[in-house]
């Protein structure tokens, strides 16, 4: 006696409905995420003391001077390296109520910038009380 056996069809993956779903989906990216035009930088000039005229003087300041090569000044006074706390806290001593005013050339770094104010701040001197103005090379200025 020969049972009913029902034959297995084999396990196919329809490669043609893919095939149609994968090209409507690079049509979609292509069309969707074509490059942009890039946008146009914005360029600032910031105004710098020769721009602006003034002949009153609002108040006077000593300066803290930072070159490129990491010497600092105070009041056209070279500072030892590593002593600028000392020399900011004698300098506050003799003249109490007298302003800083920071001016560093181009080139000096971040990290010659920070120690500066992390100086300050030890002393007690609020960053935000000393102006910083940055030195242009004298070429610069000419043009």
């Given amino acids: 006696m020969e049972f009913y056996t029902r034959k297995r ?3 196919t993956i329809p490669i043609m ?3 149609d779903i994968f090209a409507i989906l690079l049509i979609y990216f292509i ?3 074509k490059p942009k035009k890039p946008r146009p930088i914005l360029t600032i000039d910031l105004p ?3 721009d602006v005229p003034t002949e009153t003087i609002t108040e006077e300041r000593s300066e803290l001077s930072v070159a490129a090569d990491g010497r600092i000044t105070l009041d056209q006074t070279e500072v030892p390296e590593g002593l600028l706390v000392a ?3 004698v300098f506050q001593e003799k003249n109490p109520g007298v302003q800083l005013e ?3 050339d181009e080139g000096v770094s971040l990290k010659q ?3 500066i104010w992390d100086a300050l701040t030890e002393v007690g001197i609020k960053i935000k009380d000393v102006p910083a ?3 242009l090379p004298v070429d610069s200025l000419e043009e």
């Fill in 9 to 11: 069809k084999p396990l």
């Fill in 17 to 19: 409905p893919l095939i």
């Fill in 31 to 33: 069309v969707a995420f």
């Fill in 48 to 50: 710098t003391v020769r």
């Fill in 87 to 89: 020399w900011l806290g």
């Fill in 102 to 104: 920071l001016r560093a």
């Fill in 113 to 115: 910038l920070f120690g």
């Fill in 133 to 135: 103005r940055i030195r």
